[in-house]
């Protein structure tokens, strides 16, 4: 099979692949006039198709038939080393990249290799709508391979038997019935396989379980009634042959609190437990619907062939964007909201209708219909966490998070669990969240997934065996404004307190300079995941007083010392509400909790001293306090002088320097 490449398209690409070596290799810059690409384009040469669309999605003025079409467009391979130390063949060990420029705006492509099988298919595929039988037959045989070959994928840690309270009964076989019921399980004697649902509720309301409309869910309700997002995955459900369907509004009593509660707190059964999950990825409501009418300017997988000087043989490649997965997947409206995260991560498999292609994703395997093999493996490989806990890594979809684990972690399992799941926490603070009350429990599926692993207690998103090392998360204040909410949430030491994207600074403590004596929280319900009501952290420790917030470099502030002459800093300091953190009257107390390893550092491990700013808590006991942010000494000696130390009283249970942080 040949691919529909115009004439400079094809001499640009064969000059630069070496017939010897059977691979392309790096180019000069080569020009060609802009109207010259929009008539290839015009003339069905797939790579001008391709780079006309894609500037186009960024910038809607470039290449358009309306600009100066004598703008030179610039088109150059490039050849980068590829380190998986896995490779196995010299076509593995380099990557070729074409990057292809107009006026400031730059695009890149990465070439990759494919058989002519593979190309031919690609290039015949039928791209209609997202809820076609092409896109549901290639859906199929994902989730066939993976329910047959897979073993991680189907070694699911649910309790045998384990049914959800309620199920979506959309019909066994057809003919099916023009009206689903809602079925309640407690009586069932076997579990049943189910599909699950991931959507957003949006401004529009989806119709909702509620105590007065139980039975008549339980009677029927038609079809025509539902939402389009619903009846797409009934749709759905039926293609896939299963009788059972989970939405949460319609499985969960949405005006009871005690249901609410109690089936909340299940999110790790639900969703572990289900056979698949349908995302309505790119729909804002429940109007939006699974499926999509693909855009017309969308063109499908792009392949070129390149054929040798002498015509003895042809190598085929495909035209990679690098943005379809972090673009079209990863950025989708439904992964922007929180409770998604841990649906997604929790489900054993993903089945995402995005505006453009199906995506797939499950514990062993990402593809989507422009790459229904497999997404290649250096898409995900440098945002793994490599903690060597075999059992947690089958279950979370780790290429999601967006940080390395640091090498010198060694093999302490502790600390690369404790750094995925600070990784968690960052990517869970990023994402919207409809009820700011939901802080805590939109997270508890993943956090009783890792009580199982760290085999420790939890306290509102912070473990206890490593408590020291969760206090010290930072708001990002540079990615929004800072703020906590208006109803309590969560004691202010814990990240869930504050409404912000919040980061952890890779590293550990070295040394505490701080005791734990004890820690309670007040859960609402059974749960100690879910929601909490109240909590405390008594620490035994040295305080010390008299700072204030010198000035401010850009999100950058700085404690000084009072009565401190000139500009020395005595520590950087980042506030959890900036907005209320520079009266200079406000009275800053610090709480050193231990010498800290930063392996940011240019120079490697540097040793400083990181802690707690506090203010004293109002209506409260003398040495009660509440988090105001957290402080990094510039030098860990000034918070080791006994002058600096406050003059504390006994005031709890006799003791001395017992600090209590509510």
């Known amino acids: 099979m040949k691919v529909a490449l115009c004439g400079n398209c094809k001499d640009f690409l064969q000059s630069n692949h070496n017939a010897k070596l059977r691979r392309l290799e790096d180019s000069r810059e080569y020009e060609r006039s802009a109207s010259i690409i929009l008539e290839a384009a015009d003339s069905g040469c797939r790579l001008c198709e391709t780079t006309v669309r894609k500037f186009r999605s960024l910038q809607s003025d470039l290449l358009s038939p309306s600009q100066t079409n004598d703008q030179p467009v610039r088109f150059q391979l490039l050849i980068r080393p590829y380190w998986n130390t896995n490779c196995q063949s010299p076509e593995e060990q380099d990557r070729p990249f074409l990057r292809i420029s107009i006026s400031q705006q730059q695009i890149e492509f990465r070439l990759w290799r494919v058989p002519e099988i593979l190309a031919t298919a690609g290039a015949a595929y039928d791209y209609h709508g997202t809820g076609s039988e092409t896109s549901f037959a290639k859906a199929k045989e994902w989730f066939h391979e993976c329910i047959l070959e897979h073993d991680n994928c189907n070694g699911v840690n649910i309790p045998k038997n384990w049914i959800p309270s309620r199920l979506i009964d959309v019909g066994s076989r057809p003919p099916f019935p023009d009206t689903v019921k809602l079925r309640q399980t407690k009586d069932w004697q076997t579990s049943v396989q189910y599909a699950a649902l991931s959507h957003c509720w949006g401004a529009v309301q989806p119709i909702k379980l509620l105590q007065k409309n139980v039975h008549t869910l339980m009677s029927g309700i038609s079809t025509v009634d539902l939402p389009k997002t619903f009846r797409d995955a009934i749709y759905a459900t039926r293609k896939f042959g299963l009788q059972y369907l989970w939405i949460d509004s319609l499985c969960i009593i949405q005006d009871s609190n005690e249901d609410w509660d109690f089936e909340s707190s299940l999110m790790t059964h639900v969703y572990g437990g289900c056979l698949l999950n349908f995302a309505a990825a790119s729909s804002r409501d429940c109007m939006g619907g699974l499926f999509q009418n693909r855009p017309s300017s969308y063109l499908g997988p792009c392949f070129v062939s390149v054929e040798s000087q002498n015509d003895t043989f042809i190598s085929y490649y495909q035209l990679w964007d690098q943005d379809i997965w972090p673009v079209e997947f990863e950025s989708a409206t439904l992964n922007k909201r929180a409770w998604v995260m841990q649906e997604r991560m929790l489900s054993p498999r993903t089945l995402a209708f995005s505006k453009t292609q199906v995506f797939w994703e499950c514990r062993c395997k990402r593809a989507s219909e422009e ?105 990002d204040a540079e990615k929004s404004v800072t703020k906590r909410p208006l109803k309590y949430r969560a004691p202010s030491w814990s ?95 610090c709480l050193p909790i231990g010498s800290y390893v930063d392996t940011t550092r240019a120079l490697g491990e540097v040793y400083g001293c990181k802690g707690l700013m506090l203010i004293t808590q109002r209506n409260q006991p003398r040495g009660y ?9 510039f030098r860990d000696e000034f918070f080791k002088d006994p002058n600096n130390q406050v003059a504390i009283d006994r005031y709890v249970e006799g003791k001395e320097d017992m600090i209590v942080v509510l």
């Not at 306090?625 to 000494?633: M, Q, V």
């Open 495 to 589: 990240w869930a307190s504050v409404e912000c994207p919040v980061k952890y600074l890779p590293g550990w403590i070295k040394s505490n300079q701080v005791t734990v004596i004890d820690v309670k929280i007040q859960t609402v319900s059974q749960s100690q995941f879910g929601r909490v009501s109240g909590g405390y952290l008594q620490f035994q420790g040295r305080l010390f007083s008299d700072f204030y917030v010198g000035f401010q470099e850009g999100f950058r502030y700085f404690l000084k010392k009072r009565g401190q002459r000139g500009n020395k800093r005595v520590a950087y300091c980042m506030p959890d509400e900036p907005a209320t953190f520079t009266d200079p009257q406000l009275e800053i107390l």
């Open 371 to 475: 790459f229904p093999s497999d997404f290649p493996i250096e898409s995900f490989e440098m945002n793994q966490m490599y903690f060597k806990q075999p059992l947690l890594q089958n279950k979370l979809k780790v290429h999601a998070l967006n940080r390395n684990a640091d090498s010198r972690l060694g093999d302490d399992p502790i600390r690369r669990l404790s750094l995925a799941w600070h990784n968690l926490v960052m990517l869970y603070s990023t994402k919207d969240m409809t009820f700011e009350e939901d802080k805590l429990v939109a997270i508890s599926g993943l956090a009783e997934l890792f009580a199982a692993q760290m085999g420790t207690s939890y306290f509102a998103g912070l473990w206890k065996s490593t408590l020291l090392k969760d206090l010290l998360w930072e708001v």
């Open 625 to 633: 306090y509440k988090r105001l942010g957290t402080f990094e000494a």
